[in-house]
């Protein structure tokens, strides 16, 4: 009875790339996030969305695209994938203002 | 610009210490704060929520408290186990319901 999962766990992969990384969560929350965190461990929010409406976009690469085909799930699409873009990624979920819980994360590596 | 700051960055004890984590943040204008902890290779666990109109919160061993004017929270851990060893987040919520995330502080409770 997972609350916040994600897909893939780990995700190798050439420069250049497109790749998709899948979240869904079984809270009934309306609330969905992606945060990065870099090689340094610093976690920051890239994306929010509010029952499938983005609300926060913070001045990531439009290479980034969050998609929401439902209130459940928050894809992240990346295209032409860069070495920079490697980081763990964490979705998280939450009833808007209230405590957010995160996924397991997804470990990026561009080679 | 809202920016959280932890002391100490890492922290070592011995087992059955009582503990405080100490967060800062520059802007007092926040919606609440989210106490979490990360496991090596793990996500985010969140521990504890203060809503801005509260003063502190209260969770088995953790106590969170909050003084928003002042712009700090301290988290504190009675009698560290081993099991509590794991890199401590605060984070602050402003109004757009963004997690804005401290530096973290690392802690080891040695037996």
């Known amino acids: 009875d997972t609350a916040v999962s994600q897909t893939p766990k780990y995700l190798v992969t050439q420069m250049g790339n497109d790749k998709s990384i899948k979240c869904e969560q079984n809270?009934?929350?309306?609330?969905m996030y992606w945060y990065k965190q870099d090689s340094k461990k610093f976690l920051k929010i890239m994306f929010s969305?509010?029952?499938?409406?983005?609300?926060i976009n913070e001045t990531v690469p439009n290479r980034f695209s969050p998609k929401s085909p439902d209130k459940a799930h928050l894809n992240l699409h990346i295209n032409s994938l860069e070495l920079g873009d490697s980081a763990v990624y964490f979705c998280?979920?939450?009833?808007?203002?209230?405590?957010?819980?995160f996924g397991p994360g997804t470990r990026l590596t561009v080679l | 610009k809202q920016e959280v700051t932890q002391i100490p960055a890492a922290l070592s004890v011995p087992e059955g210490e009582n503990l405080v984590l100490n967060c800062s943040f520059t802007?007092?204008?926040?919606?609440?704060l989210q106490w979490f902890r990360q496991d090596p290779g793990k996500g985010l666990t969140s521990l504890l929520l203060?809503?801005?109109?509260?003063r502190e919160q209260t969770s088995g061993r953790l106590n969170a408290s909050l003084d928003k004017s002042s712009g700090r929270s301290t988290l504190y851990i009675a009698a560290s186990q081993p099991g509590d060893s794991a890199t401590y987040l605060c984070?602050?919520?402003?109004?757009?319901?963004?997690?804005?995330f401290g530096t973290g502080t690392r802690l080891q409770v040695f037996p």
């Open positions: 809270l009934g929350h309306d609330t």
């Open positions: 984070a602050v919520v402003d109004n757009t319901d963004k997690l804005i």
């Open positions: 998280a979920s939450s009833q808007l203002g209230t405590e957010q819980f």
């Open positions: 203060i809503q801005s109109s509260q």
């Open positions: 969305y509010n029952n499938k409406e983005l609300i």
């Open positions: 802007d007092s204008a926040i919606y609440n």
